[in-house]
């Protein structure tokens, strides 16, 4: 592990693998995350992203070290993990589509005593409070992963698992999302986020990992790491 958390060390995954089968995914992968930042994994598609966020979360089983404000998760199930404060915003988003947006945001407070931050979320998506009668099914792409992000803040979560939130967005979008996710460090949230768009999650984040084959091959604070010849020539665009 590296030691360049000077703070409390919210997160910390070591040597972590995870398998389909025969096929491993991801291979003894070493990651930390301080509290109060943002820590971003960057790789192509089928690198095993998506596969270390659901291991961190408890959806898939997984062989190594997962601590969460120190203590081992080994045999705590998903549930015990959302309601400790670790909270996955998945890739599909998986939005009750024929539930208003209320309903849907009111589902994500279903560990906590009461109504969840609703207010809270409204000002942060003042679309949201706009559609909150209109059916999830209806709301554009974007609003839908604003509904997803919104739904997982109802639960206040110390640590955000983000599992690429632009995906299939214009970049006009992508911008406002990801300007969302930067203002949530300033309120409190931890965030790990996963992205094929590199450029989009390290201009936001505070260190970076690029994973590779299902292995961490480079690291570093998020500034550096977009700056690096490799990483740029492989995942910035040139």
């Known amino acids: 592990m590296t030691g360049r958390n000077t703070g409390e060390l919210l997160?910390?995954?070591?040597?972590?693998?995870?398998?389909?089968?025969?096929?491993?995914?991801?291979?003894?992968?070493?990651?930390?995350?301080?509290?109060?930042?943002?820590v971003s994994v960057i790789g192509a598609n089928g690198a095993g992203k998506s596969t270390l966020l659901a291991?961190?979360?408890?959806?898939?089983?997984?062989?190594?070290?997962?601590?969460?404000?120190?203590?081992?998760?080994?045999?705590?199930?998903?549930?015990?993990?959302?309601?400790?404060?670790?909270?996955?915003?998945?890739?599909r988003r998986e939005l009750f589509g024929a539930m208003t947006v209320e309903d849907n945001l009111r589902l994500g407070a279903y560990t906590r005593r009461g109504a969840g931050d609703l207010d809270g979320v409204y000002a942060r998506f003042p679309r949201l409070r706009e559609r909150r009668t209109q059916h999830a099914g209806t709301l554009s792409g974007g609003e839908q992963q604003m509904l997803a992000i919104g739904r997982a803040l109802m639960a206040r979560p110390r640590l955000l698992l983000l599992d690429e939130p632009s995906l299939g967005l214009a970049p006009l979008i992508?911008?406002?999302?990801?300007?969302?996710?930067?203002?949530?460090?300033?309120?409190?949230?931890?965030?790990?986020?996963?992205?094929q768009n590199a450029r989009a999650a390290l201009a936001i984040s505070d260190y970076g990992y690029v994973l590779e084959g299902g292995q961490v091959s480079a690291e570093g604070p998020a500034s550096r790491l977009a700056d690096d010849p490799a990483v740029v020539a492989s995942y910035l665009g040139g």
């Open 55 to 91: 291991a961190v979360m408890g959806a898939l089983p997984s062989r190594g070290t997962v601590e969460y404000g120190g203590r081992a998760l080994r045999h705590v199930p998903l549930e015990s993990r959302v309601a400790a404060g670790m909270t996955l915003v998945p890739e």
């Open 174 to 195: 992508v911008r406002e999302i990801l300007r969302i996710v930067a203002e949530l460090r300033a309120s409190g949230v931890t965030v790990l986020i996963v992205e």
């Open 11 to 38: 997160l910390r995954v070591d040597d972590l693998h995870v398998s389909y089968g025969r096929v491993e995914a991801v291979r003894g992968v070493n990651l930390s995350v301080g509290a109060g930042q943002i």
